[in-house]
Each structure stands twice: as structure tokens, then as C-alpha cells.
């Protein structure tokens, strides 16, 4: 391939050192790297009464870890969680339509919007043949992007920026996303895993849940617990704040006035990251290792000591990383985490996973241990939610190239309100600053170079 011939090599070797910049730098000039303040806390960017996220208080200056909270319009979601389970029903609609119109609904509205729903999830004529089966993908997410882009040309409105045709787009995507997940799912599993293509088409009476696990099994087979388990994981996902990033770069591409099409799927690009919505994946291959490399799992010293060789590279991927440990915002605790916790410690039981629960457990418990030593420094560190969402996942048997997809079904209502507060209430384009540190250069005619 050109791009490793010899002269190729020499270049990349020169602009390999261009595009590194001093850390020193960012000190001089008061940068603030991946917008955030020196004691970790973000950078304030914005204003929103969607979603929020608290996990310390700041008194006098100070940052003051605190137990997590997560309030979808001002409401706590675990008073949402408690109260779905409580009356055995599912939730996520009931969310999708809190989130997105900033009221809960009573039974009528809700049982309509659960038919609309149920009626929108069906993909346009010939999408899943022209889209989804004609050009399938590896990667979920890509697929997933890809659709999102492709659904701008079956918009006879797709630019209109008004209120109420943002809201129909945003609906439209919400509702399809698990069914362009699923069909996604089946592509890459027959093209590229040489497995039998099963497309079902989506039954409006099923939640956004049970139309998940209706698509992905051949024999569309799911039991109540699955389901009540994953629409509990698909509310605690579905918005956390304007600051993360799929959430942030929603409100950047939206800020310039473009399509909501774009803009979602840029927020898909960005959940895809391992550092990001990939997290849970990335737990699930580390516990393979760590199930490997620990020859008892309820030995806490041996676990301690292959953790601290994880996060000193000795260990693991290399990256020095605990995946699952430690979060932007949250402190003392995860609320999100603490509630899917106890969902798996319920369904190792039941499917036979305890001893795994048990050394998730011990992660948990000496990694800040572990982290606290590595780093010299007295930064309260707890699980997040990535920590256990990909074991639940396992546990249910839902196959890991779906745990990310998955965040996004869930995240899309976050997604698709940040974008239409940023069109209504914001109306500028976000545009910070960057210093240049580019040393100044003369130009060199070609025949002196």
C-alpha cells in the first residue's frame, strides 16, 4: 500500500513529532484539556432542564464527594424505576415521553403514545433491503449511523428545524432504533458470521424491550425477567446530562443549524468510542482476563495485585485502565450502578453466575484501593454503570457486538432532546478557542527545498 512505502515511512516519522504539542503548554496558557477544570469537575458550557447528573457539592471552592443522584426533568429516576416494577409494567415509553415533552403522562396519553410508538418502529418500504441488507457492517454502530444518515432521504421534511417537526423526526428515530439495531445484527451475523438470516418484523403491542429480544433471537423467545431487566437498563440509560460526550457533540453539530439526521448520528460516532459507550464491552473483555490471569477469584490479594498490575500495564490491554471504575461527575456513587447491581446479583443467582458476581464485587471493592496507591492522590473512585451492564447483557445471553447498540437505543432520547433545547433555547453556534503553539515558518520555494 502507498501509505507504507519508504519515503512514506520518513514522513509519517516527521509528522508524527508535528502533531505532538508539550503538556507543559497547556499549563501556560490556562487550557483546560477535554474541557475540564483542574480538579476534574467540567467546564461550565451550558444550561438545560432535560437531565441531571450530581455527584459532589462545591462548598467554598471546594469539591465535596456526594452519593449520586440522576433526575430525568427533575425526577428521580430511581422514584421512576420503583414505581414501573411496582406495578409490573414497562417504563422506558413512559421515559421517552417525560424526556422529550417535560411532563408525565396520564394512563390515556401514555397508552396512546405506546401505540404510536408501536406503530412508527416499522422501517420505510425497501429500507431494510436498500440500506441495511445491501451494504451490511462489521460494527453495529457504524450500521447504526449509517441508517440514521440514509433515513434523511426518506424525509419529505427533513431540514425543517420547527418544533414539531423535530419532535416527529425524534420519535421516528427513537422508535426505529431498535429495529435498525436488530436488523443491523442480522446482516453482519449472515454476511460476515455465515449464520442464518432472521428478519421478523417488529410487533407494535411489545415494549421497545420485548421488540429487542422479539428481533435478535431466531426464535424470538424472551422471558418477563429479561425484559423487565432491560427496560430498567434502557431507563437508566436514556439521558445523563448535556455535558457527556455523545450528548455534547449532539449540541455542537445541532448549534450549526443542521438537519437532525446529522446530528444524531454524530452522537452515535461518539458513544462508539471504548471511552465512551464502548466501556461496557471493553469491561467484559478485561473480566476475561482478569478470570484468566486470577487463579482464585474469592482471593482478595491475588486480585489486588493483578489489578495493580493492570493499572501498571503489566496487565490487561496496556492502557492502564480499570474499565468501569471512576466517573466525570459521579463520586461517592453511581446511582445507576447501585441499582443494576442488585438486578445482578438477582440474575447470577438464578443463572448460575454467582461466583462471577463475587469477583465483580471484588473489582469493586479494591479498585480504589488499587488506584488511590497507582496515583498518589485521594480522588474518590466508585463503579459505574459500564461495570455491570455488560455482565447483565452476558448473563441474559445477549451477544456482546449489541451491549453499545444498546446504550444508543436508550440514549437516543437523550440525544434527540439536547438537540432540539440547543435549536430552541441556545441559537448560537458553538464555536471555543484553540491557541496556536505552531512555531512561525518562512516559505520555502519548491526548488530550494
Not at 440514509?150 to 419529505?156: F, I, K
Not at 471512576?326 to 443463572?351: C, F, M, N, Q, W
Amino acid at each position: 500500500m502507498y501509505l507504507y512505502s519508504e519515503k512514506i515511512k520518513d514522513l509519517l516519522d516527521i509528522a508524527s513529532q508535528k502533531y505532538k504539542i508539550d503538556p507543559q503548554f497547556y499549563n501556560n496558557y490556562q487550557v483546560k484539556r477535554g474541557l475540564r477544570n483542574q480538579d476534574g469537575t467540567g467546564v461550565l458550557a451550558g444550561l438545560t432542564s432535560i437531565g441531571e447528573v450530581r455527584g459532589y457539592i462545591i462548598d467554598d471552592g471546594e469539591r465535596i464527594p456526594m452519593e449520586g443522584d440522576l433526575l430525568y426533568r427533575g425526577i428521580d429516576t430511581r422514584d421512576i424505576i420503583k414505581n414501573v416494577l411496582m406495578e409490573k409494567r414497562s417504563g422506558f415509553e413512559e421515559v421517552v415521553f417525560l424526556i422529550l415533552f417535560g411532563v408525565l403522562p396520564n394512563k390515556d396519553l401514555l397508552d396512546s403514545f405506546n401505540r404510536i410508538m408501536g406503530e412508527l418502529r416499522s422501517l420505510p418500504q425497501y429500507f431494510t433491503e436498500d440500506v441495511i441488507l445491501k451494504s451490511p457492517s462489521p460494527n453495529i454502530m457504524n450500521k447504526l449511523a449509517r441508517c440514521v444518515l440514509a433515513s434523511y432521504t426518506y424525509d419529505d421534511t427533513p431540514d425543517n428545524c420547527s418544533l414539531i417537526n423535530m419532535i416527529r423526526q425524534s420519535l421516528e428515530l427513537i422508535a426505529r432504533m431498535v429495529t435498525m439495531t436488530a436488523y443491523a445484527y442480522q446482516a453482519k451475523r449472515h454476511y460476515y458470521d455465515n449464520q442464518s438470516l432472521f428478519i421478523h418484523a417488529p410487533v407494535a403491542e411489545y415494549s421497545t424491550a420485548q421488540n429487542f429480544f422479539h428481533l435478535t433471537r431466531p426464535d424470538s423467545s424472551f422471558t418477563e425477567m429479561e425484559a423487565e431487566i432491560l427496560d430498567m437498563m434502557l431507563i437508566l440509560q436514556a439521558e445523563h446530562g448535556g455535558g457527556n460526550n455523545s450528548a455534547f457533540a449532539c449540541r455542537v453539530v445541532s448549534s450549526s443549524g443542521t438537519d437532525t439526521y446529522s446530528a444524531i448520528a454524530a452522537a452515535i460516532g461518539s458513544l462508539k468510542g471504548p471511552k465512551h459507550g464502548g466501556a461496557n464491552a471493553e469491561v467484559i473483555n478485561m473480566m476475561d482476563d482478569i478470570k484468566t490471569g486470577v487463579s482464585d477469584w474469592n482471593d482478595d490479594d491475588e486480585v489486588y495485585s493483578y489489578l495493580t498490575d493492570m493499572v501498571n500495564k503489566k496487565a490487561g490491554d496496556g492502557s492502564g485502565l480499570i474499565y468501569g471504575m471512576g466517573h466525570a461527575v459521579y463520586t461517592l456513587s453511581d446511582p445507576r450502578a447501585i441499582i443494576l447491581k442488585d438486578k445482578a446479583k438477582e440474575l447470577s443467582k438464578i443463572k448460575g453466575f454467582e461466583d462471577e458476581f463475587n469477583l465483580y464485587d471484588a473489582i469493586e471493592r479494591l479498585a480504589p484501593r488499587v488506584l488511590a496507591k497507582a496515583k498518589g492522590d485521594s480522588k474518590v473512585i466508585s463503579a459505574n454503570v459500564d461495570l455491570y451492564s455488560g455482565f447483565v447483557y452476558q448473563m441474559m445471553d445477549i451477544p456482546p457486538e449489541l451491549y453499545t447498540p444498546l446504550f444508543a437505543i436508550a440514549r437516543i432520547v437523550g440525544w434527540c432532546s439536547h438537540r432540539i433545547e440547543e435549536v430552541m433555547a441556545n441559537g448560537r453556534i458553538m464555536r471555543p478557542a484553540y491557541k496556536s503553539v505552531c512555531p512561525r515558518e518562512k516559505y520555502v520555494p519548491i526548488d530550494k527545498r
